[in-house]
């Protein structure tokens, strides 16, 4: 359920939550922090309504390899919004 109270189908369904990222998505990746997959997990369940991936992912930074979270979102508005509204990007 979202903050609105209206159920979205497609937790009903479990289409919400993809396993494998897709190709069309837009990404963003952020450094591995304790316990940052699972809360950012759940702050885009409770306030974004369509469909996302988040995984664990390895990128090149600042000429070294890191482990990163890999979040994306099939709508370009939704990652604009988790950009701009996600608290626990606030804090590094």
């Known amino acids: 359920m979202l903050r609105n109270k209206k159920p979205n189908p497609l ?3 479990n289409l919400r939550k993809l ?3 897709p190709p069309h998505f837009e990404y963003i990746s952020l450094p591995l922090r304790y316990n940052l997959e699972d809360a950012l997990a759940k702050w885009i ?16 930074i ?3 390899i890191e482990t990163v ?3 994306g979102f099939e709508d370009p508005k939704e990652l604009s919004f988790f950009t ?3 608290p626990l990007l606030k804090y590094n």
């Open 19 to 21: 396993k494998v990222p």
């Open 11 to 13: 937790n009903f369904f």
């Open 69 to 71: 979270v890999k979040i």
């Open 62 to 64: 600042d000429n070294s």
């Open 84 to 86: 701009l509204a996600c």
């Open 45 to 60: 369940t409770e306030n974004l309504k369509g469909r996302y991936y988040i995984g664990k992912s390895v990128d090149l």
